[in-house]
C-alpha cells in the first residue's frame, strides 16, 4: 500500500469492481491508503479475499462482496450491502484477441456481457445511488484501444468503445447532480493477465515476445498497475472536482505512433 501522503478520499466510501487483481487491486491498495474504505466487488472470492487482508494488514479499511458484474440480480444484491456509494470505479473486464473473421458470436457475447453489460450494472445501481445522497465520483476503466486501432482486438475494442461512450453520456446526463464521470485509456499494463498470455502463447520464446510487447510503447516499457492507480486516486478526489466526462490517455507515449 502507498504512504497515507495525502488521505485524499478520507471518509468516502469506494467501489472497486474487480479489485482481486492487476489494475483493480492496485486501484483498492492506492485508494485505502489514502484513507478511503474500499468495498471490493469481486467474482473470485479467494482474490477478493486476497486484497481485502493485503488491505487491513496495513491498517485500512476494506471488505468484499462476491458477485458477478454481468447479472443483474448480483450486482442489484452487491449494491443493497453498501450504505453509500461516494467513488465507483468500473474497473471489471476480460480481454480477447482476434479479428472481425476469428472472433465468435459467442466470443462477442461474452466481451458484451462482462465489459459492456457489467459497466452498464455498475453505472445503473450506482448512479441512482449518487443521485440519491447528492452526488459522486465514477471512473470507468476504458483503454487506449476505444480511441486507435489495434491488431487483433476487434471484441475487445469494441467494448472499450462502449465504455468511453457511456462515460461521455453519464457525464453529460448527471453534471447537474454532483456526479462526475471519467475515464483511464490504459495502454498495455503488466498484470497477471500479460504474465498468463505470454505463458500460454509463447512459452519457447516468452522474453522476446515480452520485449515486444513493451517496445510497442515509445517509452519503452508497460505501464505498471500503480501508474494506472495514481491517477485513478487523483480523478476521483476532490481536487479533480471540475474535471468530468474526461478521457485520459495513460499509454506511455501509445498514441505519439498513430
Same mark, same amino acid.
Given at each position: 500500500?502507498?504512504?497515507?501522503?495525502?488521505? %485524499?478520499?478520507?471518509?468516502?466510501?469506494?467501489?472497486?469492481?474487480?479489485?482481486?487483481?492487476?489494475?483493480?487491486?492496485?486501484?483498492?491498495?492506492?485508494?485505502?491508503?489514502?484513507?478511503?474504505?474500499?468495498?471490493?466487488?469481486?467474482?473470485?472470492?479467494?482474490?477478493?479475499?486476497?486484497?481485502?487482508?493485503?488491505?487491513?494488514?496495513?491498517?485500512?479499511?476494506?471488505?468484499?462482496?462476491?458477485?458477478? @458484474?454481468?447479472?443483474?440480480?448480483?450486482?442489484?444484491?452487491?449494491?443493497?450491502?453498501?450504505?453509500?456509494?461516494?467513488?465507483?470505479?468500473?474497473?471489471?473486464? #476480460?480481454?480477447?484477441?482476434?479479428? !472481425?473473421?476469428?472472433?465468435?458470436?459467442?466470443?462477442?457475447?461474452?466481451?458484451?456481457?462482462?465489459?459492456?453489460?457489467?459497466?452498464?450494472?455498475?453505472?445503473?445501481?450506482?448512479?441512482?445511488?449518487?443521485?440519491?445522497?447528492?452526488?459522486?465520483?465514477?471512473?470507468?476503466?476504458?483503454?487506449?484501444?476505444?480511441?486507435?486501432? #489495434?491488431?487483433?482486438?476487434?471484441?475487445?475494442?469494441?467494448?472499450?468503445?462502449? !465504455?468511453?461512450?457511456?462515460?461521455?453520456?453519464?457525464?453529460?446526463?448527471? !453534471?447537474?447532480?454532483?456526479?462526475?464521470?471519467?475515464?483511464?485509456?490504459?495502454?498495455?499494463?503488466?498484470?497477471?493477465?500479460?504474465?498468463?498470455?505470454?505463458?500460454?502463447?509463447?512459452?519457447?520464446?516468452?522474453?522476446?515476445?515480452?520485449?515486444?510487447?513493451?517496445?510497442?510503447?515509445? #517509452?519503452? %516499457? @508497460?505501464?505498471?498497475?500503480?501508474?494506472?492507480?495514481?491517477?485513478?486516486?487523483?480523478?476521483?478526489?476532490?481536487?479533480?472536482?471540475? #474535471?468530468?466526462?474526461?478521457?485520459?490517455?495513460?499509454?506511455?507515449?501509445?498514441?505519439?505512433?498513430?
Amino acid at each position: 500500500m502507498n504512504p497515507p501522503l495525502l488521505q %485524499r478520499l478520507s471518509g468516502k466510501t469506494a467501489i472497486v469492481t474487480g479489485g482481486g487483481s492487476g489494475i483493480g487491486q492496485a486501484v483498492a491498495l492506492r485508494f485505502a491508503s489514502e484513507g478511503a474504505e474500499v468495498i471490493v466487488f469481486e467474482l473470485r472470492p479467494e482474490a477478493a479475499e486476497e486484497t481485502v487482508g493485503k488491505i487491513q494488514s496495513l491498517g485500512g479499511a476494506a471488505r468484499a462482496i462476491g458477485g458477478d @458484474m454481468a447479472d443483474t440480480d448480483s450486482v442489484r444484491s452487491a449494491f443493497a450491502q453498501v450504505d453509500r456509494v461516494d467513488i465507483l470505479v468500473n474497473n471489471a473486464g #476480460i480481454a480477447h484477441v482476434g479479428t !472481425v473473421l476469428t472472433t465468435t458470436t459467442q466470443d462477442l457475447d461474452r466481451l458484451y456481457a462482462v465489459n459492456v453489460r457489467g459497466v452498464y450494472h455498475g453505472l445503473h445501481f450506482g448512479v441512482a445511488r449518487m443521485v440519491a445522497q447528492g452526488g459522486g465520483a465514477i471512473l470507468n476503466m476504458a483503454s487506449i484501444a476505444s480511441k486507435v486501432g #489495434i491488431a487483433d482486438r476487434f471484441a475487445y475494442s469494441m467494448t472499450k468503445g462502449a !465504455v468511453l461512450t457511456m462515460t461521455l453520456s453519464v457525464a453529460r446526463d448527471f !453534471v447537474d447532480k454532483g456526479i462526475r464521470c471519467n475515464c483511464i485509456c490504459p495502454a498495455r499494463v503488466h498484470t497477471p493477465f500479460v504474465d498468463g498470455f505470454l505463458d500460454k502463447n509463447y512459452p519457447d520464446n516468452r522474453d522476446e515476445m515480452f520485449a515486444k510487447l513493451s517496445a510497442a510503447q515509445p #517509452i519503452g %516499457r @508497460m505501464g505498471r498497475p500503480e501508474e494506472v492507480a495514481s491517477l485513478a486516486a487523483f480523478l476521483c478526489s476532490d481536487e479533480a472536482a471540475f #474535471i468530468t466526462g474526461a478521457a485520459y490517455d495513460l499509454d506511455g507515449g501509445f498514441t505519439l505512433l498513430r
